[in-house]
């Protein structure tokens, strides 16, 4: 969703079924569409589809190269993947009703980019490092000892994560026009083998964006108990959400 309707914007893009994306306008604004086969991306078919995760990531860079492109000319609001309407009046109409919403947001995100602050705890020191030699008590209650002294220390920087994480979110909030939080992607989802505690988001103003990456690294050097890593920029996905009909 844009307010200029440019088609050299679109170039030789194609949309997630291959086909070429087109603008329907009304009330000021500009939606960028494409036809797509039900057989596809009917209700049933995208409840199967999002199962297989070569499909879905097909067309998750498909959609996001085109929201790429009208970013790179203006700004534009990304609408959630395999939002579908029957006919271009359907999309008119969402475009004539709900048009002071949508130049809200426009507002919003003009002259400003997405970063992603993802935060997961660091590894913690085996406390059985420093056990000594074997306890006067015996091998079972060593064994013990060094399993409640390895439970705090866990709790311990558990607890440090925490408040660190809250304290780098809430600097780096104020470094943003907008903030918000994400649950924490798994493990397999975001590639790393430690546990992720905060996964944010901040909307950033372009000339502020090298204050926010230093202000991130800085985050990430100065706390023991958590690593910080930045992603993006991105489209505005996470401030471009808009609330149901």
Known sequence: MTRDADPAALGELTGVSAETPRFIEAAGLAAVVGDVPLSSFGEEALHRNFEDLDWLGAVARAHDSVIVALIDRGPAIPMR???V???DDRVRHLLESRAAEFARVLDQVTGRTEWG???FLAPAPDPSSDAGGPSPRGAGAAYLA????????REHQERCAAEQADRAHRLLAALAVDATT???QSRALAGEDARMILNGAYLVDHEHTLRFAEAAAACDQDNDAIRVRLTGPW????FSVLEEP
């Open 81 to 83: 993947l395999a939002t």
């Open 85 to 87: 309407y029957h006919d």
């Open 117 to 119: 602050v993802k935060i």
């Open 146 to 153: 060094r399993r409640r002294a390895a439970l705090d220390s």
């Open 182 to 184: 994400h649950p924490p």
């Open 235 to 238: 489209p505005p996905y996470s």
